[in-house]
């Protein structure tokens, strides 16, 4: 270590090396703070926030001078990178992890938004050599001179992104990891489910007045990934419903998420009222498919938040209410609908409120 020196947490150093000095200091300074957050409870969407700001704050900083090896983010032999370690974080405890592509695909479009490190630092590093070469004016004959993978920086320049942030290079250099031919990578249930699910996207993104749990729970709704029985992978799982009916028996029907919000006897019941409060405030039907996937619209925007706000309420409350109790999801409905008009929580949206709320009095006595 003698012929390095630290500057401001990055190492410097004339016996080459840099790169591995640098990256063991990323390694180390990820794996203190991963040692001190392993086990919080926290929602999938939460350590995902967590990760991209803390866990990996070291690399964004050091990427910017650095060339870093890829092996440092996907690892090498036994040596698990970041990167897979990250992975680790944020599904510990769930029961299956979306597709890849999903994980990295942006907030907006329905993904978890989770940064790609590698190819953040590339495009950190692809940005910093671009600042170089302008001031060599752009002059072929001393590219060579730009320190870092200067094909890749080429490559930029080619598609017009010369003189954009960072994240739009970030973006384009994510295109192949999420994209294919243009179209976004769909996933399981994108795929299978016909629904618009660019409304679905858009409501579930800009949610309103919902906890970090509702907001957890909206998405793995959309996406299928909520753990009913048909979908829980450990072995001897139990799959059927096991409630229990108005008779005093089991319920013995495969439970999936269909079952568990319409199909079994005594959720129907409640999960209709949803749909004819939704079908009144909205002035349209909606299917089942588009309620469960928050597939819909409305050109009153205000209206659109707040009938996304209820049903994820509702549904949540459903998911959460284990006796069935028809009444009971209601009342918690009542009162949140109550509790958001008095407390002025949802200011903006108070004269939607209460026509909410009317239409709520008439389904609940009709
Ligand atoms: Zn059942």
């Known amino acids: 270590m003698k012929d390095s020196i630290k500057i401001v947490g990055a190492w410097f150093s004339n016996s080459g090396e840099l790169e591995k000095l640098n990256g063991d200091l990323v390694k180390k300074s990820f794996f203190d703070v991963l040692h001190k957050s392993w086990g919080i409870r926290a929602t999938v969407q939460q350590k995902v926030y967590f990760v991209n700001t803390y866990l990996f704050s070291k690399v964004w900083y050091t990427a910017q ?5 890829k092996k440092l983010f ?4 036994k040596e698990k990178g970041i990167l897979t370690q990250a992975l680790n974080f944020v599904w510990a405890g769930e029961n299956e992890r979306c597709a890849r592509p999903l994980q990295f695909r942006s907030k907006d479009k329905g993904g978890l938004g989770l940064i790609e490190p590698f190819i953040k630092a590339k495009a950190f590093l692809v940005k910093n050599m671009l600042k170089e070469y302008k001031q060599y004016e752009y002059d072929p004959r001393l590219l060579e001179n730009v320190y870092g993978d200067q094909q890749t920086m080429l490559d930029i ?6 003189d954009s942030p960072v994240k739009d290079i970030y973006q384009v250099m994510l295109d192949n990891l999420v994209s294919k031919n243009g179209s976004l990578i769909p996933s399981r249930e994108e795929r299978r489910s016909q629904v618009k699910w660019k409304l679905s996207w858009r409501n579930l ?4 007045g919902t906890n970090g749990e509702e907001s957890e729970f909206a998405w793995k709704l959309c996406q299928d990934m909520l753990p009913v029985g048909s979908r829980i992978h450990r072995k001897n799982a139990e799959k059927r419903c096991m409630e229990k009916l108005d008779g005093g028996l089991l319920c013995l029907e495969i439970q999936d998420r269909e079952h568990v919000f ?5 959720k129907g019941q409640i999960y209709r009222r949803l749909e004819m409060v939704m079908s009144k405030f909205l002035g349209k039907d909606l ?4 309620v469960i996937h928050l ?22 409350n459903m998911w959460m209410s284990k006796n069935d109790n028809k009444l009971q999801v209601m009342k918690e409905m009542l009162k949140e609908v109550d509790w958001n008009s008095k407390m002025g929580r949802l200011s903006r949206f108070q004269v939607e409120l209460r ?4 239409i709520f009095d008439q389904v609940m006595n009709g």
């Open 205 to 208: 993104s800009k949610l309103k």
């Open 355 to 358: 026509e909410l709320r009317e």
């Open 157 to 162: 320049m080619a598609v017009g992104k010369t």
């Open 262 to 266: 319409r199909a079994c006897e005594l």
């Open 65 to 69: 001078v650095f060339s870093l090896d």
């Open 295 to 316: 597939a819909f619209s409305h050109r009153n925007w205000r209206k659109l938040r707040l009938a996304t706000w209820f049903a994820v309420k509702w549904l949540y």
């Open 287 to 290: 299917s089942f498919n588009e």
């Open 74 to 77: 996907y690892g090498s032999g």
